[in-house]
């Protein structure tokens, strides 16, 4: 797996041993119900736009390896503002691709 800055190609690679346990738990569509007044059932329901959480987790909570100076990249990455990233899977099984 790696991250991938799209504004300059930079690349770092991640772990492949990472799980991701929030996958499923997503839903694209969601609904909202509330009550009226006068006792009204009132149900709004509408698609999400964006905003699905990606949590990636080592299989072993005491595993997780990455290189002192990559770590120190994605730190930096994170700081920034209005930067889009590819986070992309390297599995013979799992070749997705995220923007994040």
């Known amino acids: ?17 990472f799980l991701w346990p929030d996958e499923f738990s997503w839903k694209a569509i969601e609904q909202n119900q509330d009550y009226a007044m006068d006792g009204t059932l009132h149900i709004q329901e509408g698609k999400k736009k964006s ?13 997780g390896w990455i290189k002192l100076r990559e ?15 590819k986070l992309q899977f390297e599995q013979p099984h799992d070749s997705r691709q995220f923007t994040v």
Do not use: H, Y
């Open 51 to 63: 905003g699905r959480p990606i949590t990636l987790q080592p299989a072993d909570p005491q595993m």
């Open 1 to 17: 797996m790696k991250l991938i800055r799209l504004a300059t190609s930079e690349t770092v690679p991640l772990e492949d041993g």
């Open 71 to 85: 770590l120190r990249t994605v730190l930096e990455w994170s700081k920034l503002q209005g930067e889009n990233f």
